[in-house]
């Protein structure tokens, strides 16, 4: 950020009165520009016992595998976002339930929310941000070709709650390694 | 939003190609700035079946009192975030537990996540944010004068799940009805 979003004056990045962060503040009209993290939200989709998965289109990860999830938007809730994404990216339909995993992705600023989210029907295809648009068993899922590590997590856990016969939310944080390699550690809460 | 905050050009309001939400564009370098909902993260600091609350310090709602919770900062967790808010509001040290609410606020493009924490000790006091911090059991809070909706419903179930003896999540939207009083509307999610 190098300009005032109201004014257009230079910002200078200082820490304000009373805070104790660096934040960037417009030198003319004084305007405190906070940057926060993104929320993304988005559905595990199920029929007996699969999971729906999507081919990335785009980059970040083209070619590679991922749930239905996007940036929750202005003016709606995590459980609509999650509908929305699940039908803009597989023109899948799926109930919105409870929420399965929340991790805190501190390297990007994000937060991910993943529901559970059973099928209506079997009429899905790719949007225009995926490839191709499939329904996996926990022993099809193509482990070595997930797009995102929290995706990876979120899968592993909701496989192993399938087989015990029980979900729990799970929570926590993935931390990026430092180093060039894509490793991370991930740290469940509770 | 009036101006690019990259190049310091004016902004106009339009649909991207490919996108379907106005957002504001630069009429100069292009660059797309999205917008999109802030998390607040917080705790319900508990000892023997009471809570810590907060008397609001600050607007919105001086006077009023409420859980420690604050805008989740870019770096940390949402578990991090709860624990410094609840250090930052009522200089009080928890052991940040389960998450008990997760509540979208569209009308205020706020995510409301508050966690379980069980108090470590009893010294705690008010932070610059609060006039005061105080315990309460359920007989004691002060329904009429909370500051929130989000803080109300949350200890309405918190004391429900309370005499079940069964804490489970509650997650939901919390709509503003129109007109010009304090007017709600919650639905919860499952
Ligand atoms: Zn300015
Ligand atoms: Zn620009």
């Not at 009373?18 to 003319?28: A, E, F, K, Q, V």
């Not at 899968?155 to 931390?175: M, P």
Request: glycine share 8%; with cysteine; charged share 25%.
């Amino acid at each position: 950020m190098n300009f005032c979003s109201q004014c257009g004056s230079r910002v200078e990045t200082k820490v304000p009165e009373g805070d104790n962060r660096p934040r960037h503040i417009c030198i003319d009209c004084g305007v405190i520009h906070y940057q926060n993290p993104n929320v993304v939200t988005g559905c595990i989709p199920e029929w007996e016992g699969k999971v729906l998965l999507c081919r990335r289109a785009i980059e970040p990860r083209r070619g590679y595998w991922t749930l239905p999830a996007g940036f929750l938007e202005n003016g709606e809730s995590t459980q609509e976002g999650a509908l929305r994404e699940t039908v803009e990216e597989a023109n899948a339909r799926v109930l919105v339930g409870p929420l399965y995993t929340l991790f805190s992705l501190p390297h990007i600023d994000q937060i991910y929310m993943l529901f559970r989210g059973p099928l209506q029907d079997l009429d899905y295809g790719p949007g225009v941000e995926s490839l191709e648009v499939k329904l996996f068993s926990e022993e099809e899922i193509p482990w070595d070709d997930l797009a995102f590590q929290v995706v990876a997590e979120t899968l592993k856990y909701y496989f192993e709650d399938q087989r015990r016969g029980e979900f729990r939310l799970r929570s926590g944080v993935i931390e990026r390694l430092p180093g060039t390699e894509r490793r991370y550690r991930t740290t469940l809460h509770e």
